[in-house]
């Protein structure tokens, strides 16, 4: 067996070492689309994607025409672009409903 591979660390300006924790993957089931993550993100690691009404359960146990149906929680966020990521967690530290997972990683290939 060969050595697994180190994951990636940095310094801070201080000269401490951290480990990077990178966005491995984003809930989009649970996801508002509040656009938080979005904002804060250095890397455009993110994107905001409407949802269809195919996407959408409008049929909740109550009789009420679709009418009612209010779009604006029609939209969520879905990782674009996740090997420019530089893990630094911003994303979940502002996602009001814990959608993202974060993971120590090797560089890739």
């Not at 180190?6 to 310094?11: A, H, P, Q």
């Not at 996801?31 to 409008?58: E, M």
């Not at 679709?66 to 879905?78: I, K």
């Not at 911003?90 to 290939?109: G, Q, Y």
Request: proline share 6%; charged share 30%; hydrophobic share 35%.
């Amino acid at each position: 067996m060969g050595a697994e591979p180190s994951v990636i660390t940095g310094l801070t300006r201080g000269g401490t070492s951290w480990v990077a924790q990178f966005v491995t993957a984003l809930d989009e089931g649970k996801c508002i689309g509040c656009g938080r993550c979005f904002k804060v993100c250095p890397r455009d690691v993110l994107t905001i994607v409407q949802r269809g009404l195919d996407d959408v359960d409008l049929d909740d146990d109550d009789d009420d025409d679709d009418d009612d149906y209010d779009d604006g929680d029609n939209a969520f966020m879905t990782l674009s672009n996740p090997m420019d990521c530089i893990g630094c967690e911003a994303c979940s530290r502002v996602c009001p409903k814990a959608c993202f997972t974060h993971s120590p990683l090797p560089l890739a290939a």
